[in-house]
């Protein structure tokens, strides 16, 4: 049996988790679902489905992973030995495995975008769809920043819990903060901030529809990194001091706070230059806010420089640190149940891994015509991670939880063993029994339907 290590502290505990939630789902595409969806309304049910989905979700990956002390699949075979509820640890790993082979490859364009900030190649006049589209497609330069990437994600990996991930998690997470704050205050002095700020700030209710609510559920899922194994895996090297209540509260927190304000850093900005819609889709970041930056600060370039390449720096850090709790829910399984020690196991995964994400990246490019079920490589990944396994690994997990586990067992893990007061306990429990399958099977029939 490997020697299994711990978080050293409590602060390590949370930085960790808050570094696997917060990544390109909140810059990214939080504010992207807040443009598509309307604003304000959407932010409010975003608020409403972290408290009753989110932090419940997260508390019950808590108590599995600190209760077991293992890796996802493993913690599934030991509370439950024999039965098919392992078929959830599996399918966690195995979808943490797909997603990173291709949350790499898009943090590989950030890393790009970064260095290009850097070299004042988002500062011209040109037409950045054009230049997105052209950069994607190429076989090549996507893939080197990729790899650049992965041995950047793998090296913290193979260091280890203590020294790699806390560590790590413990320098970045407080840089991703001061960055972002740095940001909004920037970008409240942008000419058109007061635009940005009323259409995050002013609820328009008309707009919310029943797919506006599962969107904001889909994206509280996302962002949150759960049903993943991922979070369960870090809980396995919880303390038994760590309190999970809380500790889930302060991460989902973090996570929702970096969300908005993200939402805060984009908004003003787009709004401050004439004809940019904030509604563009995934090409908000790489697409819109280029071309915002080259029209806001064509006449101070410095500012440009300074705002563009933070921005960029900020979704870098957010990426790699998701990546890296994606990276170590697949190694801490390859660790425990094939025998195979950190670096040997770390390297296999990463090389694994970016063998699919080979294909993912040619799928922008030269792979672009083949497709399955009408979607190309990376369309698929996408849709079977985020549309299916992952609604559907939230769903056994509450049932699991709320119906299969031994009441005390929870009750003990969420309480330090009554040491702890938790005086929602039995609300807690209605909602991983009740409100969360039936809200997420919502999810999911609405998905595969739509
Ligand atoms: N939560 C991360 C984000 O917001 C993505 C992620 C999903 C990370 C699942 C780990 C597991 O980008």
């Given at each position: 049996m490997t020697e299994r290590s711990n978080f050293g502290s409590k602060l390590g505990v949370v930085l960790a988790s808050a570094g696997s939630a917060v990544g390109l789902g909140n810059v990214w595409r939080f504010p992207t679902e807040v443009g598509n969806n309307g604003g304000a309304a959407f932010i409010l049910i975003y608020l409403l489905c972290v408290l009753a989905v989110g932090v419940p979700v997260m508390m019950s990956e808590f108590l599995i992973?600190?209760?077991?002390?293992?890796?996802?699949?493993?913690?599934?075979?030991?509370?439950?030995?024999?039965?098919?509820?392992r078929i959830e640890g599996v399918a966690g790993v195995f979808v943490a495995f797909l997603i990173l082979s291709y949350y790499t490859i898009i943090s590989g364009w950030?890393?790009?975008y970064l260095v290009q900030s850097l070299k004042g190649a988002l500062l011209t006049d040109q037409d950045y769809s054009v230049y997105f589209n052209s950069f994607v497609s190429e076989p090549?330069?996507?893939?080197?920043?990729?790899?650049?990437?992965?041995?950047?994600?793998?090296?913290?990996?193979?260091?280890?819990?203590?020294?790699?991930i806390e560590r790590f998690s413990k320098i970045m997470m407080p840089m991703l903060l001061l960055i972002i704050g740095i940001l909004v205050v920037c970008s409240f002095g942008m000419p058109g901030a007061g635009t940005g700020l009323r259409f995050l700030l002013k609820p328009d209710f008309s707009k919310v529809t029943a797919s506006v609510v599962l969107s904001a559920m889909g994206q509280a899922f996302f962002s949150l990194s759960l049903?993943?194994?991922?979070?369960?895996?870090?809980?396995?090297?919880?303390?038994?001091?760590?309190?999970?209540?809380?500790?889930?509260v302060s991460v989902c927190s973090i996570d929702t706070f970096v969300a908005v304000?993200?939402?805060?850093?984009?908004?003003?900005?787009?709004?401050?230059?004439?004809?940019?819609?904030?509604?563009?889709?995934?090409?908000?970041?790489?697409?819109?806010?280029?071309?915002?930056?080259?029209i806001a600060f064509h006449s101070i370039p410095v500012l440009g420089y300074i705002f563009s390449g933070l921005f960029y720096m900020l979704l870098l850090l957010a990426a790699l640190t998701s990546a890296m709790s994606l990276h170590e829910s697949v190694?801490?399984?390859?660790?425990?149940?094939?025998?195979?020690?950190?670096?040997k196991a770390s390297a296999m995964v990463s090389a694994s891994c970016m063998t699919l994400g080979v294909l993912c990246s040619l799928s922008f490019g030269v792979l672009s015509d083949f497709t399955i079920c009408g979607l190309?490589?990376?369309?698929?990944?996408?849709?079977?991670?985020?549309?299916?396994?992952?609604?559907?690994?939230?769903?056994?997990?509450?049932?699991?939880?709320?119906?299969?586990?031994?009441?005390?067992?929870?009750?003990?893990?969420?309480?330090?063993c009554d040491t702890v007061p938790f005086r929602l306990f039995r609300f807690y429990i209605f909602l991983v029994r009740y409100v969360v399958p039936i809200a997420i099977g919502l999810i999911f029939i609405n998905e595969l339907l739509g």
């Open positions: 992973g600190r209760h077991t002390n293992a890796n996802t699949i493993t913690a599934f075979s030991k509370l439950a030995p024999g039965k098919w509820w950030t890393l790009y090549f330069t996507p893939l080197l920043y990729a790899i650049i990437f992965m041995v950047m994600t793998h090296l913290v990996i193979a260091r280890g819990v203590q020294s790699g049903a993943m194994g991922c979070l369960c895996t870090y809980a396995s090297y919880f303390t038994p001091d760590t309190k999970l209540v809380k500790t889930a304000l993200s939402g805060f850093i984009i908004f003003p900005a787009v709004f401050s230059v004439p004809n940019v819609s904030p509604d563009e889709g995934p090409g908000l970041v790489f697409v819109t806010l280029p071309n915002v930056f080259n190694t801490a399984y390859v660790i425990e149940s094939w025998g195979i020690p950190r670096k190309t490589i990376f369309g698929l990944f996408d849709f079977c991670a985020s549309k299916i396994i992952m609604p559907a690994g939230g769903l056994i997990i509450c049932l699991f939880v709320g119906w299969y586990l031994d009441r005390k067992l929870v009750y003990n893990e969420l309480t330090n």
